[in-house]
């Protein structure tokens, strides 16, 4: 076990009454990318912004950094950086204005100039923030949690509106963060996002904690593989635990029929797959059975 940058023990939140949070405990080591993921309303902001000293629980044990967030620290605050999940600081300043602004904030900054072409905002650093495009915006807000050099970095949502390039070029910041030593904290609802960038995920629904593991670590109870093909225009699907014997039998009959198997492809669960089977209440399972999708 690594250093513990975050340490979350029976974790409640409870708004006039309503319980978001029911017992949460995690734990983040320094250097590792945690994603915390699951249905809107699961009680992932809650979480966080508890975490960032944002929202009072209402009970369990929560340490950031070896502190109480709740107990405001500015030690505490000059080493954590944040991207809330809605933003928008500072309307009337420029990009350059409002990351000299934050820069000053903290004791050992990165350079502004860097950090806004580290997002790729550069030809936008003279834009006013309220001049700036949604994902533009978004862009923005990174630049503002990374620009104090932070040891620790939560982000909530923090491509939310985010073109696919620009998704991949922050992914592309978030992976030089973990090279640099630092420690994530990250909410998505992309789950390739998570897959790519997380060391660890924590699947939440309800206020606690449903799954919890390595993206790849994290298998569905339902088969392994999906092997699926093209037959009369239909997608056929199976799932077995064993592709060899049925990949076998597939392609031998097909063979046989002296036809080919058209639009063959064996694929393993993803972290979307499994995500989707714990988080639906409702889900019409058909294991080992074809389904035409
Ligand atoms: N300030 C508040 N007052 C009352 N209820 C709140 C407040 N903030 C959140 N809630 C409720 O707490 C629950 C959890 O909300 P939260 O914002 O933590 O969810 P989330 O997992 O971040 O969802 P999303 O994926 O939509 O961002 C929701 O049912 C929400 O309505
Ligand atoms: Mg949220």
Not at 4 to 19: F, M, N, Q, T
Not at 27 to 35: L, M, P
Not at 251 to 269: F, M, N, S, W
Request: hydrophobic letters at 35%.
């Amino acid at each position: 076990m690594g250093e513990i940058a975050i340490e979350v023990d029976g974790l409640r939140k409870s708004y006039d009454g309503v319980e978001a949070v029911r017992g949460l405990s995690f734990g983040v080591e320094r250097g590792e990318v945690f994603g915390l993921l699951g249905p809107n309303g699961a009680g992932k902001t809650t979480t966080v912004e508890i975490l960032e000293g944002y929202r009072e629980r209402s009970a369990g044990e929560v340490r950031v950094l070896g502190h109480d967030p709740q107990v405001r620290d500015r030690e505490l605050q000059q080493r954590v950086g944040i991207v809330l999940q809605s933003c928008g600081f500072y309307p009337r300043l420029t990009v350059r204005e409002a990351v000299e602004h934050m820069a000053k904030a903290y004791p050992r900054p990165r350079d502004p100039r860097e950090t806004i072409d580290l997002v790729g905002l550069g030809e936008k650093a003279d834009a006013r923030s309220n001049k700036l495009s949604g994902g533009q915006r978004r862009r923005l807000d990174l630049a503002l949690a990374l620009v104090g050099d932070p040891e620790l970095v939560f982000l909530d949502e923090p491509t939310t509106g985010f073109d696919p390039a620009a998704r991949r070029a922050a992914w592309g910041v978030i992976d030089t963060l973990k090279d640099l030593g630092k420690t994530v904290l990250l909410t998505t609802h992309y789950l390739d996002e998570a897959q790519a960038l997380a060391d660890r995920v924590a699947i939440v629904k309800d206020g606690a904690m449903v799954a919890e593991g390595p993206p790849s670590d994290l298998g569905p109870s339902s088969a392994g593989y999906r092997v699926s093909y093209l037959a009369g225009g239909r997608r056929v699907e199976h799932q077995t635990d064993d592709p060899t014997d049925l990949l076998h039998r597939l392609t031998g009959d097909a063979i046989a029929r002296g036809e080919p198997l058209e639009g063959l492809e064996v694929a393993r669960p993803t972290l979307e797959d499994v995500y989707l089977e714990l988080t639906e209440s409702a889900r019409c399972d058909v294991e080992q059975e074809p389904r035409q999708r």
